[in-house]
């Protein structure tokens, strides 16, 4: 079974800081991607990644920025931390063999992150 | 713009009855169509995938339908259990864009 994990379950971090989520997967998977969940607006796309050093914005990539290394490291960052970005983040990745961003996708347990 | 539709309210049924839930979607042609299921503090699960030529798919209980003239699909619970309570996600795929998710339904099945 594909396994996606993230680094922290719950964060609570202070308006202004640095945050960094982190999200790894264990099937050689080509694609990921990173989510936010917020109530009546659904999953929105923040950023996703197709290959190791590549990635693209989604619909709402402001005050976000992305890494990934390794394939089977994608990390989320927040530069400067504010109370809107209070949500639900998931990470999820799919395989790519049946077409670029086109298959099933595996998503993480989340992270709930809340900005004071 | 594209818009995905599910009813936002919560759907109450009783137990052993189908369960019927609609994502209807505005300017797309989805190539084709995925639902998900997602329990609360917890990532969506793949359920099914039903493609733009495909009427009707199945897996075990569950059974799902693509009506592109409709420009929607519908997702259906057979003799649905307590342990189907959870928020359903569609999310068709337009070629050359992303996969979009629906808000989701939330289902309530009681005993």
């Known amino acids: 079974d594909v396994k996606v994990t993230q680094s922290s379950r719950y964060l609570v971090k202070r308006t202004g800081e640095k945050v960094f989520l982190e999200c790894v997967q264990d099937?050689?998977?080509?694609?990921m991607f990173w989510y936010r969940q917020d109530p009546g607006l659904g999953l929105r796309l923040i950023y996703f990644s197709y290959d190791v050093k590549m990635k693209e914005k989604g619909d709402i990539p402001e005050g976000y920025s992305v890494s990934r290394e390794k394939k089977e490291r994608f990390s989320l960052i927040l530069e400067s931390a504010s109370t809107n970005q209070t949500s639900m983040y998931l990470c999820a990745s799919s395989s790519g063999l049946a077409g670029a961003y086109t298959d099933t996708q595996y998503f993480g347990p989340g992270t709930r992150l809340t900005v004071l | 713009s594209q818009k995905i539709e599910q009813n936002s309210e919560a759907l109450n049924i009783q137990e052993g009855k189908t369960a019927t839930l609609t994502c209807n979607y505005t300017?797309?042609?989805?190539?084709?169509l995925q639902w998900y299921r997602q329990d609360p503090g917890r990532g969506p699960v793949f359920l099914l995938l039903?493609?733009?030529?495909?009427k009707e798919k199945r897996k075990e209980r569950l059974k799902v339908t693509f009506d592109t003239t409709l420009k929607q699909s519908l997702f259906h619970i057979t003799a649905s259990q307590p342990a189907d309570s959870a928020t359903y996600l569609c999310a068709p795929y337009n070629a050359g864009n992303m996969l979009t998710f629906g808000g989701g339904t939330r289902l309530m099945v009681k005993p």
């Open positions: 099937m050689d998977h080509e694609n």
């Open positions: 300017n797309y042609s989805p190539a084709y």
């Open positions: 039903i493609r733009e030529n495909e």
